[in-house]
C-alpha cells in the first residue's frame, strides 16, 4: 500500500516537472503541444476510489496550472477527464470485468483495449480544455485543429512511455 | 434529513465532479478579472525561482545571440549620444536640463520564462516589486513593444504580453499618424492586426507601426512593427491590417521596464476634467 502510495507520487511529480519544464516548451507550428500528463490519471489502478481520482485529477491540473499562470483551465479539463474515465471504464469493461491485480496499460489489457481508453480521454481532455482556453465560437475550426493536433502528439508520447514497460514475456 | 445524507453520499462522485469544476471556473474567472492574485501565478516564489535557474542554464545557449544584440544596441545608444552629434553646426549646441524633463525611466530585466504557443501569453521577469517594479508598467526591448506587468511578486513579475487575446495596444503609423488599436488573433505569433485606420489614409507595405503614448504606459513612437499586408473590405471604413512584430518573441531575453514618471500627473489632470465636465 505504501509502495504504492510512494510509487504514484513520484510518478506524479515526475510528470508535472516534466510538463512545466520540457513539454510546455514544445510546440510545433504554433499548433500542437503535448499535454503528457494526462497519463497520470489514465494509469491509476482499477481499484482507485472514484472521488479519489476526481481529486488527483484536480491536483493534478492545479500544478500544471500553476506552471502555465492560467489557474483554472488544466484543472477543469483534468477534472472532466477524471469525470469521464468512470463512466468510460464501466463502458468497455471486459466480460467478466477487471481482474484484481491488473492495471490500465498495454501489457495486462492489450493494445486494441488501451487503444480505445486513452484516445477516447485523451481527445476529450483536449477538446476541453482548448475550448475552455479560447472560449469562442468564432475560433472553432482553429481550435479544432489545435485539438486533433496535439491529441496526436500526446498520444504518440504515451505510447512511447508504454513501451518503456512493456515486456512481452511477462504477460498475463 | 436522513435521506438527504443517504442521496449526497450515494451521488458523491458527481457532485464532488460539479464542485471541483466550479471551484475551477471561478478560478479561472477569479484570475482574469482580479489583476492581484500572485499566489497562484508563474510569478511565485517557488516556481519563479525554478524557472530562473533553468533560464540560467538555457541562457548559455543563447549568448551568441544576445552579444549581438547588445552590440547593436551599443552602436545605436552610441550614435544617439550627444557626443557624436557636437560641433556639426558649429558651436550652437547646447544642453540645458532645465529644457529636458525626464518622463520616463527604464529598468533592465531578464525573461526567465516565456511562451508564445497560447492564447493568453505571459512573461515572467527576474525584477519585481524590490526593484521598484508595480503592476501596470510597460516592459519593451531593443527591438520593440513586449507587453505590459501584471503582477508584481518580491522577486518576480509576470507580465502580460501582447500576445494575448484581451489585449489591445494603441499604435499609429509613423509616416501618416493615423492611430488605431493593435489586437492579437492568437494565430501566429509573428502577427496582429491593426484595427480602426479608416480607409482614407494612404498606406504602403513595409509602413513601419509604433506606439501612441497615450496612455502613458509606453514612450511614444516605440517600434512595434511593419505592415506586411492590408486589404479595405467591401463596405467597410476601415482596413484590416496585418502587421508582423519587430519582436522575436521566441527569443525574448533582456527587456526594460519602463516607468512612466508623469504618469500621476496626467491621470489626475483627466480625472479632474471629467468631473467638471459631469458637474
Known amino acids: ?42 494509469m491509476l489502478p482499477f481499484e482507485t476510489n472514484d ?26 479539463a483534468s477534472v472532466f477527464m477524471a469525470f469521464a474515465r468512470k463512466y468510460l471504464l464501466l463502458l468497455i469493461r471486459p466480460r467478466g470485468g477487471y481482474d484484481s491485480g491488473t492495471l490500465p496499460n498495454i501489457q495486462y489489457m492489450g493494445l486494441s483495449w488501451y487503444m480505445t481508453y486513452s484516445i477516447i480521454l485523451v481527445v476529450l481532455h483536449h477538446f476541453f480544455l482548448f475550448y475552455i482556453e479560447s472560449f469562442k465560437l468564432s475560433q472553432f475550426f482553429s ?17 512511447i512511455v508504454q513501451l518503456f514497460n512493456y515486456n512481452p514475456n511477462n504477460r498475463k | 434529513m436522513r435521506n438527504l445524507v443517504k442521496f449526497l453520499t450515494k451521488n458523491s462522485f458527481i457532485f464532488l465532479f460539479l464542485i471541483l469544476q466550479f471551484i475551477a471556473f471561478w478560478m479561472l474567472v477569479l484570475n482574469n478579472n482580479y489583476q492581484n492574485s500572485t499566489v497562484f501565478n508563474s510569478s511565485n ?11 540560467n542554464i538555457n541562457e548559455y545557449f543563447h549568448l551568441k545571440e544576445i552579444n ?33 524633463h525626464q518622463s520616463y525611466n527604464y529598468t533592465a530585466a531578464k525573461v526567465v520564462n516565456t511562451s508564445t504557443n497560447k492564447r493568453q501569453n505571459y512573461i515572467t521577469l527576474d525584477k519585481g516589486s524590490l526593484n521598484g517594479i508595480k503592476a501596470e508598467m510597460g516592459v519593451i526591448s531593443a527591438q520593440g513593444v513586449v507587453g505590459i ?3 508584481v511578486s518580491t522577486n518576480f513579475s509576470s507580465v502580460m504580453s501582447i500576445l494575448h487575446d ?40 513595409g509602413d513601419t507601426v509604433v506606439t501612441t503614448g497615450f496612455s502613458t504606459i509606453f514612450p511614444e513612437n516605440i517600434l512595434i512593427g511593419t505592415i506586411k499586408e492590408f486589404n479595405l473590405p467591401e463596405g467597410d471604413n476601415f482596413y484590416n491590417i496585418t502587421v508582423t512584430f519587430s519582436i522575436d518573441f521566441k527569443n525574448l531575453s533582456h527587456v526594460f521596464v519602463v516607468r512612466s514618471l508623469l504618469k500621476e500627473e496626467k491621470l489626475k489632470l483627466e480625472t479632474v476634467s471629467q468631473q467638471e465636465m459631469v458637474e
Open chain 1, 1 to 42: 500500500m505504501i509502495r504504492d502510495v510512494l510509487k504514484y507520487l513520484s510518478i506524479f511529480i515526475i510528470l508535472v516537472l516534466s510538463q512545466g519544464l520540457i513539454l510546455n516548451n514544445i510546440e510545433l507550428g504554433g499548433y500542437i503541444n503535448p499535454f503528457l500528463y494526462v497519463l497520470f490519471i489514465l
Open chain 1, 51 to 76: 472521488n479519489l481520482v476526481l481529486i488527483l485529477a484536480f491536483l493534478m491540473g492545479l500544478s500544471i496550472d500553476i506552471f502555465t499562470s492560467t489557474l483554472g483551465i488544466h484543472i477543469s
Open chain 2, 68 to 100: 549581438k544584440e547588445l552590440s547593436e544596441q551599443n552602436a545605436k545608444l552610441q550614435s544617439a549620444n550627444i557626443s557624436s552629434f557636437v560641433k556639426v553646426y558649429g558651436s550652437t549646441y547646447q544642453i540645458r536640463d532645465t529644457s529636458y
Open chain 2, 166 to 205: 484581451k489585449y489591445k495596444l494603441s499604435a499609429k503609423i509613423k509616416k501618416s499618424g493615423y492611430y488605431g488599436s493593435l489586437v492579437w488573433e492568437g494565430n501566429n505569433y509573428r502577427e496582429a492586426q491593426l484595427k480602426d485606420i479608416p480607409n482614407h489614409v494612404k498606406l504602403t507595405v
Open chain 1, 143 to 159: 481550435t479544432f485543429a489545435r485539438v486533433i493536433m496535439s491529441s496526436i502528439f500526446t498520444l504518440i508520447l504515451i505510447f
Open chain 2, 149 to 151: 506587468v501584471k503582477n
Open chain 2, 45 to 55: 516564489f517557488f516556481v519563479g525561482n525554478m524557472y530562473a535557474s533553468i533560464q
